[in-house]
Nanobody
Framework: QVPLVESGGGLVQAGGSLRLSCTCTGSTFDINQMAWYRQAPGNQRDLVAQITSGGITNYADSVKGRFTISRDGAENTVYLQMNSLKPEDTAVYYC???????????????WGQGTQVTVSS
């Protein structure tokens, strides 16, 4: 389990913006990919955005053009800038990391603790 620390989230009106951040703690690993998922009550956990170590990004259709995922490689941190938020974006947002520890030859994975994002209409 890769230790991850999330921050950000909160309550915002529709049309507003929020930024989430997630840091992989520790240093003896290489990050392969990081991503943000979200889960609304009664729904499955769905991919929102992902970014590879090479900076290639992928977004869910529902957030394209509104959300931006980015990385600070030096800080092992990933960000999710969320603009033009809609009530349907309300969910618990989870960070996910895919890393390879230097002493391993296989990847390890981890989830953040989750942060609530609530968008009021």
């Amino acid at each position: 389990q890769v230790p991850l620390v999330e921050s950000g989230g909160g309550l915002v009106q529709a049309g507003g913006s929020l930024r989430l951040s997630c840091t992989c703690t520790g240093s003896t690993f290489d990050i392969n990919q990081m991503a943000w998922y979200r889960q609304a009550p009664g729904n499955q956990r769905d991919l929102v955005a992902q970014i590879t170590s090479g900076g290639i990004t992928n977004y869910a259709d529902s957030v394209k053009g509104r959300f931006t995922i980015s990385r600070d490689g030096a800080e092992n941190t990933v960000y999710l800038q969320m603009n033009s938020l809609k009530p349907e974006d309300t969910a618990v947002y989870y960070c996910h990391a895919d890393v390879t520890y230097w002493h391993d030859s296989f990847p390890s994975y981890g989830w953040g603790q989750g942060t609530q994002v609530t968008v009021s209409s």
